[in-house]
């Protein structure tokens, strides 16, 4: 019998974040799966329904707050943890609007990335 595969969804236009996230997800053993267009994340993420969405946000961007509130109805049971170079207060705010409970500021490291990836308990992760 196959061992269950944890899914990820990495949501990014930068290249280089592509590829750290998703080598830092296969160290955690998922198999991450890359989206670049962000008009196209609902539909995928509710076809695919990943275990864990990992977003890189624009705070700027009102598009990503109203797909990130549909994206937390449509797939409840997936954790959204977004990425973000904005400031805490700025992106505390997205989260609050958008009902998102988790974050990794960049720059990032693995063992930040590891810790806030495999918690159990929901919070904000202020990179230090």
């Given at each position: 019998?196959?061992?269950?595969?944890?899914?990820?969804?990495?949501?990014?236009?930068?290249?280089?974040?592509?590829?750290?996230?998703?080598?830092?997800?296969?160290?955690?053993?998922?198999?991450?799966?890359?989206?670049?267009?962000?008009?196209?994340?609902?539909?995928?993420?509710?076809?695919?329904?990943?275990?864990?969405?990992?977003?890189?946000?624009?705070?700027?961007?009102?598009?990503?707050?109203?797909?990130?509130?549909?994206?937390?109805?449509?797939?409840?049971?997936?954790?959204?943890?977004?990425?973000?170079?904005?400031?805490?207060?700025?992106?505390y705010g997205l989260c609050q609007k958008s009902g998102i409970?988790?974050?990794?500021?960049?720059?990032?490291?693995f063992n930040q990335f590891k810790t806030v990836v495999n918690s159990r308990q929901k919070?904000?992760?202020?990179?230090?």
């Amino acid at each position: 019998m196959e061992k269950d595969v944890k899914r990820a969804l990495v949501v990014d236009s930068d290249k280089l974040n592509l590829y750290l996230v998703s080598e830092y997800l296969m160290r955690l053993g998922y198999n991450p799966e890359i989206l670049t267009d962000k008009n196209n994340v609902l539909k995928h993420a509710k076809e695919q329904r990943p275990n864990i969405i990992l977003w890189e946000v624009n705070y700027k961007n009102d598009c990503d707050q109203k797909v990130l509130s549909e994206l937390k109805i449509a797939c409840n049971s997936s954790r959204i943890i977004l990425i973000t170079a904005h400031s805490e207060f700025e992106i505390y705010g997205l989260c609050q609007k958008s009902g998102i409970q988790e974050y990794i500021n960049k720059p990032m490291i693995f063992n930040q990335f590891k810790t806030v990836v495999n918690s159990r308990q929901k919070g904000y992760i202020k990179n230090s």
